[in-house]
């Protein structure tokens, strides 16, 4: 237990720490020295009209590298599922920012970064409608504009440049700035010009230089046939196909938002799921509580624990709706609100682990008494749970690119499944206890129902981790873009079920088998029951039935 408390205490730094960097839509990310070949900094689901501005600044690369045959620079790319297939096809030592030559019509826009000249080579791929907002580096522009209109005279190129390129978007504010600009264009060449990639297949913009550091920017507006997910990266290819590990750093600030607000796509159904879940397992909860009220006699401590677990639930689900609430009108979460959700979303990780191992032990049910073997999965169990729900915590608020996050993406990965495979031991010792005790007890029916029972219980836990861990990230990985809250809402219908089973399943009630069990706390020693032979132990039970029962009812109501 000390080390639970130790643990908590250490949560509750983390959640504080935090405090300062809270997961917006709105993302800033600054990597300092970094080696990786790659760094995935967002991924973005965009309905037609979303808008993705990246401004990139202190670039600074090792100069010592010629990124004509090792390229740096970013990716924009749409997948039509979630990035985790592409991102393993993608491993396989050649540089994204060189393909070869594109299988698929997705849509794919490289910006390779020429700091000889100055230039950020933008080539867009795949089937174009996005509409490019930069800008565009004044030679090439003009070199753009007389290939296609020869008798274009050079010394204007950017009003002519955008009447070529940008017959729709007149009525843009920069259109304004560009007027008042072209008085000036020998010390102000580079204004801002939207580009219809459908047209435009390659351009430069214009990378400035500052004291050894270079930055740049670009928009983006998602066209009606271009919409998905698209995942922004970087990729710096010296480190990737030679062995050397050059470090660079770099900071770029991220804005995706759709029309409605700064949700992806998948988001934006959440904060409506989880507040009528929330309604749910609240009412499913009070239900819990009307039960238990009616059936005051036969109740246990550990049914008023399956109630506050719910309503644990019901509130965690509250706070993080609220929290996809804010996200989406402010472009971040409320600190405060995202505490309070983080908070109750560790208590619940920890009720929801007590209460399966107590279930799976047959505390209450069974007996009083926990062997030294069934608290050694407690002092395992509630110390990961609260890593694993540190972890998730982490994840939520750190960026995508930062280093850590895949370390912590690992830990909580690693941490879920050994606690999952922990709480199953319980439930198999108990099942093996009953099987011993039914094959030599004179009450081998009674026992054998029992049997029956947890049996049951151990394919409905089983059954709930697989739906939740391996299943609906099966459906995620292959559902379009849109639909993917539909994993989210899959994972909240199986607990609500898990939920409701496990209650039917050891609901308090006068016909229910455990209620002829022995219930005395002082008589039943585990140790005993364990190595007692069968037939002694089916006559202890008969002799403390009667009186045992009435003496629990006191204590639990
Ligand atoms: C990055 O590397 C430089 C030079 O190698 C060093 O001076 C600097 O302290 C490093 N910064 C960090 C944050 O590690
Ligand atoms: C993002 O880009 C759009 C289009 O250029 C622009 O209107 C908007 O102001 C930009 N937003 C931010 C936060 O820079
Ligand atoms: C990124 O955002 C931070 C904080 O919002 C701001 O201080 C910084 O200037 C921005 N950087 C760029 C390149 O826009
Ligand atoms: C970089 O490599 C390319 C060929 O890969 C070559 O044409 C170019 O001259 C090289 N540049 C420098 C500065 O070495
Ligand atoms: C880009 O141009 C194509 C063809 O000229 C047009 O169909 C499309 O609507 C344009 N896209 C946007 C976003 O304006």
């Not at 997961?23 to 979303?50: C, M, P, Q, W």
């Not at 983006?220 to 010296?238: N, P």
């Not at 191992?357 to 990961?384: H, N, Q, R």
Request: aromatic share 10%.
């Amino acid at each position: 237990m000390a080390v639970a408390h130790r643990c908590c205490v250490l949560a509750g730094y983390l959640l504080l720490l935090l405090l300062a960097g809270c997961k917006a839509r709105i993302h800033t990310l600054t990597l300092k020295n970094e080696t990786r070949f790659a760094v995935d900094l967002n991924s973005f689901g965009f309905y037609a009209n979303g808008i993705l501005n990246v401004s990139v600044s202190s670039l600074k690369l090792p100069t010592s590298v010629n990124y004509t045959s090792f390229p740096v620079g970013f990716t924009l790319s749409r997948s039509r599922v979630n990035g985790v297939l592409s991102y393993t096809a993608e491993e396989t030592g050649t540089c994204p920012l060189t393909p070869p030559k594109l299988t698929n019509t997705e849509p794919l826009i490289l910006f390779l970064i020429n700091i000889d000249t100055l230039s950020v080579t933008v080539k867009a791929r795949g089937e174009q409608d996005n509409l490019l907002i930069a800008k565009l580096k004044p030679e090439v522009a003009e070199g753009e504009v007389r290939k296609t209109r020869d008798d274009n005279p050079p010394e204007h190129p950017p009003p002519d440049k955008q009447d070529e390129t940008k017959p729709q978007d007149n009525k843009d504010t920069k259109s304004g700035d560009k007027s008042d600009k072209k008085a000036d264009e020998k010390t102000m060449p580079e204004v801002e010009t939207t580009v219809n990639l459908t047209n435009t297949k390659d351009l430069s913009l214009a990378l400035d230089k500052d004291h050894g550091s270079y930055s740049f920017s670009f928009d983006m507006v998602v066209g009606s046939s271009a919409e998905g997910l698209y995942s922004l990266k970087f990729h710096y290819c010296t480190n990737r196909m030679s062995q050397e590990k050059l470090s660079y750093s770099f900071s770029v600030n991220v804005t995706e938002k759709n029309l409605g607000g700064f949700l992806s796509a998948a988001e934006i159904p959440l904060s409506r799921l989880y507040i009528c879940m929330a309604g749910v397992f609240f009412t499913a909860a009070l239900v819990w509580v009307y039960t238990l009220m009616k059936h005051r006699y036969s109740v246990f401590k550990i049914h008023w624990l399956m109630a506050a677990l719910a309503f644990i639930k019901s509130i965690s689900l509250v706070f993080h709706s609220i929290n996809y609430h804010y996200i989406n009108t402010e472009g971040r979460p409320i600190e405060a609100l995202a505490v309070m959700y983080y908070i109750t979303h560790l208590l619940k990780g920890a009720l929801l682990f007590i209460t399966l191992v107590l279930i799976g032990t047959g505390w209450a049910f069974v007996k009083y008494i926990l062997s030294d073997k069934e608290k050694k999965i407690f002092m395992i169990v509630i110390p990961l749970q609260v890593l694993a729900n540190v972890a998730y915590i982490i994840i939520e608020s750190t960026e995508e690119g930062s280093s850590e996050y895949y370390l912590w993406k690992e830990i909580l990965f690693l941490v879920d499944l050994i606690c999952c495979g922990a709480i199953l031991f319980p439930v198999v010792w108990s099942i093996r206890h009953l099987q011993e005790a039914s094959s030599t007890d004179g009450k081998a029916a009674m026992n054998l129902e029992k049997l029956k029972l947890f049996r049951h219980f151990y394919v409905m836990i089983v059954c709930y981790i697989y739906f939740t861990r391996i299943i609906a990230i099966l459906l995620k990985v292959t559902m379009p873009f849109q639909w993917q809250w539909c994993y989210e809402f899959l994972v909240e219908v199986s607990t609500l079920i898990f939920f409701v089973m496990t209650g039917y399943k050891f609901r308090p009630a006068s016909n229910n088998p455990y209620l002829q069990l022995p219930q005395d706390e002082e008589d039943v020693e585990m140790d005993e029951v364990m190595t007692e032979s069968g037939a002694l132990e089916g006559i202890s039970k008969v002799k403390k039935t009667s009186n045992g029962r009435e003496r629990q009812k006191e204590s639990t109501l």
